[in-house]
């Protein structure tokens, strides 16, 4: 606020142009990352929309101008890459440490979240139910089937050996 007030302390809120916003804010975000320059453009925007709707009702934001908007709008984000199953099962297969191996095979093939797969206890399992305690989506418990490949040994009875 100290710089906009530096900038345009002596002129008219109505007066400032959109050039002279383009001015300010491409000195105010000269080497920040664009994430940055999109905030100060919004919080600056935000700004005229409140003296707009608190104080002066005919003022025209300069920040609604095309070009601008334009120039300060964030990146759309590309789709996420998902792997393919020989890629996740050659990465579980060749990771050395049994816990995270059981963890990633829970991941993997029970569609599990790393925090579920972190809050399981030994009592959570049945037979090839896993019982998730407060889940992320809201619920009270929710049930996960676990393929045979993951369940430890112990839990595999006489009739379904692998």
Known sequence: ????????????LSAITSEQILTFLS??????KPSTKRL???LLSAFFNFIRDSFEPELQNPCYNQALRKMFRTEK??????LEKDVVDEIIF?????????MLELM???????????????NDIEDRKAFIREPK?????????LPHRVLPPALVGPTQQR
């Open 1 to 12: 606020m100290s710089n906009f007030q530096y900038h345009f302390g002596d002129i008219d």
């Open 27 to 32: 000195e105010l975000s000269t080497g920040t």
């Open 40 to 42: 100060r453009f919004t």
């Open 77 to 82: 984000l590309g789709q996420a890459k998902i």
């Open 94 to 102: 060749r990771t050395a440490n049994p816990r995270n191996r059981l």
């Open 108 to 122: 993997a093939r029970g569609g599990m979240r790393i925090g579920e797969v972190l809050k399981l206890t030994p």
């Open 137 to 145: 989506s809201g619920k009270r418990a929710e049930v996960v089937f």
